[in-house]
């Protein structure tokens, strides 16, 4: 395998800088014991961290968004799984329809999806109802959960269901003996990718929260709007810190390279 | 994606399984998701698409009746001009540099060995997975009246520069949150190319430069259209990175939709706005996959 010369080097350390200096300096300044936005060079302090929990929006949206992504990433997960059984198992009239239709809000914009919630709840009189955030972050979340789960469908050998069917197994137990322990890395691996996904989500929901439903993103987007001080830099911290933990978990049941990649 | 081909629809013979007996099956595991989206994708859009046709009355704030005037101001007046001539040049802008640094990055980590290739392909890619917020927040302090960029051109004597609020730091967040989608497809069309071609252009003779033009270049093409539809795609419906990093003055489409619902109330022109934008996402993604398809046709062909 041939190497990289030292120019091709220089250049690599260049984008690495690039790509990590946001999310280092936000790490960094959370630590400042200073009241303004600085590096930490007279020692480190936890106050802003403090400040974090005991500011009553940060916190009520953390719980928020944490909710909001544990049941859009589950009910996700529920309709998804039959739904990418039903189309990689049959063939039948408008399956490539419903492939396009599920995967669709990967290419429409998070804002106009955004826009046009908001006109669908004022009309049905859903305006910032919980249940209805939950239901709009299912379909952002979906299309990911989908792409892994009929790739771990596609990928697995039909043989092992026919020769539990054949052996008097009824459908339901090779579903859960067989079938579902098969595609569970693409279960667990999608479960998480929509749960981060859910999380992060800024653009959509700033359509459609209300003061009480308000996320995390969204409080700190309008937030950041108004005043930055350390207090931002904390709560960024913190959720660098949730998501590495995401991206752990992620690689170690499914492997990022395979999600953010596509190599199946 | 090739898992979603319709090649890979049941072919074996076991019509005897139980589950392939009715054909009716498929509808009903789909119904869920196929409601859901149809409740929360579908019929949305459709109000959305009706409400841009709907009068706006400034004094009552009530909609109604049937116009043509939001497309007409779009397409008029100098203010909604400027923004989408604005995003254009922006995302044009972020899209070059992103082919710029990801197109050699990627060809850079195809060469590494492991594990320093997985490794650096994590750092490169996972901060896709970081909140566009904290991101954009990161950028706003890097380039900050007291932060360190600015502290390296006060040390280097050049002094300090306004440099939030501007043009060129949207595109510079734009690139940061970007380049994975450009690193992404160049990588794997990289790794589908064999790198005995490579050696082969090396040993009849071909200097690096040729190879890299004449063999490496013309197979990851393909790779470098499709990242860079989808970053000018994202780029031009992007709305944090504007909405943190471009202040008060400088809008793009997407922070111009968010004024026109959230403090204009003006909902059809902001409806509108939106139409436009994903019409205008929808053909770069139609051109892409034709592209693409095409390439592929005639390379079998």
Redo the contacts between chains.
């Keep these: 395998m041939t190497r990289n010369g030292p120019a091709a080097l220089i250049f690599h350390t260049l984008v690495v800088i690039f790509m990590l200096a946001p999310l280092v300096i936000v790490c960094l300044v959370a630590f400042t014991p200073e009241n303004t936005l600085s590096l930490p060079t007279r020692g480190f302090s936890l106050r802003w961290f403090q400040a974090v929990f005991h500011h009553p929006d940060f916190v009520q949206s953390f719980w928020n968004s944490l909710w909001l992504a544990v049941l859009s990433a589950t009910l996700a997960v529920a309709l998804a799984v039959p739904a990418s059984l039903a189309i990689t198992r049959w063939e039948f009239p408008g399956r490539g329809f419903l492939n396009a239709l599920f995967l669709s809000p990967l290419i429409i914009p998070h804002l106009v999806l955004g826009v046009a919630m908001l006109r669908l709840f004022a009309v049905v009189g859903a305006a910032g109802s919980f249940g209805w955030l939950v239901a709009a972050h299912m379909v952002i979340v979906t299309p990911y959960v989908m792409r892994l789960l009929i790739a771990a469908i596609s990928g697995f050998d039909r043989s092992v269901e026919q020769a539990a069917f054949s052996l008097g197994a009824s459908e339901a137990t090779v579903f859960r003996r067989v079938t579902l322990p098969m595609i569970l890395p693409g279960v667990t691996g999608g479960w998480l990718i929509a749960f981060i996904n859910s999380f992060d989500e800024l653009t959509m929901s700033i359509f459609i929260t209300s003061p009480s439903t308000v996320t995390l993103p969204v409080r700190m987007y309008m937030y950041a709007t108004e005043s930055i001080d350390p207090m931002m830099a904390a709560v960024s911290a913190l959720i660098i810190g949730i998501t590495a933990v995401a991206v752990l978990l992620l690689d170690r049941v499914y492997g990022l390279d395979r999600i953010l990649v596509g190599q199946h | 994606?090739?898992?979603?081909l319709?090649d890979?629809?049941?072919a074996?013979p076991?019509d005897e399984?139980?589950?392939?007996r009715f054909?009716i099956?498929?509808?009903?595991?789909?119904a869920?998701?196929?409601l859901?989206?149809a409740?929360?994708?579908?019929?949305?859009?459709f109000?959305?698409a009706l409400?841009s046709f709907n009068q706006f009355d400034y004094a009552t704030g009530r909609t109604g009746g049937f116009t043509l005037e939001h497309y007409l101001a779009v397409v008029t007046d100098e203010y909604y001009l400027e923004i989408f001539l604005r995003t254009f040049r922006i995302s044009a802008l972020a899209t070059a540099i992103c082919v710029v640094?990801g197109v050699?990055?990627a060809y850079?980590?195809s060469?590494?060995?492991n594990p320093w290739r997985?490794i650096?392909?994590?750092?490169?890619?996972?901060?896709?997975?970081?909140?566009?917020?904290?991101?954009?927040?990161?950028?706003?302090?890097?380039l900050?009246p007291?932060?360190?960029v600015n502290g390296a051109l006060i040390a280097l004597g050049i002094g300090r520069m306004k440099l939030l609020y501007s043009e060129g730091t949207v595109v510079v967040a734009l690139v940061?949150v970007m380049?994975?989608f450009m690193v992404?497809p160049v990588?794997?069309s990289l790794?589908k190319l064999d790198?005995a071609v490579e050696q082969a252009a090396l040993s009849f003779g071909a200097s690096r430069a040729t190879a890299i033009v004449r063999v490496v270049a013309p197979q990851i093409l393909p790779g470098i259209l499709s990242g860079s539809l989808i970053v000018f795609?994202?780029s031009a419906?992007a709305?944090?990175i504007p909405?943190?990093l471009g202040g008060r003055r400088l809008k793009m489409v997407?922070t111009v939709?968010?004024d026109q619902?959230?403090s204009d109330l003006n909902?059809p022109m902001?409806?509108a706005v939106?139409?436009i934008?994903?019409a205008a996402?929808?053909i770069i993604?139609l051109t892409y996959h034709r592209m693409v398809e095409g390439h592929y046709r005639r390379r079998l062909g």
Excluded: C, D, K
């Excluded at chain 2, 994606?1 to 979603?4: E, H, P, Y």
């Excluded at chain 2, 399984?17 to 392939?20: C, F, K, L």
């Excluded at chain 2, 099956?25 to 789909?30: E, K, M, W």
């Excluded at chain 2, 650096?120 to 890097?142: C, E």
């Design positions: 994606m090739s898992a979603s319709p890979t629809a049941p074996s076991g399984t139980p589950v392939r054909p099956a498929p509808l009903f595991l789909s869920p998701a196929v859901l989206f409740a929360l994708v579908l019929t949305p859009l109000l959305t409400l640094i050699p990055e850079i980590l060469r590494m060995t997985s650096f392909l994590l750092v490169i890619l996972a901060p896709l997975l970081v909140s566009v917020v904290v991101r954009a927040f990161g950028w706003s302090m890097l900050g007291e932060g360190p940061h380049l994975p992404i990588w794997t790794q790198p795609g994202l419906s709305f944090a909405g943190l997407a939709v968010y619902y959230l909902w902001g409806a939106a139409v934008l994903l996402n929808l993604m």
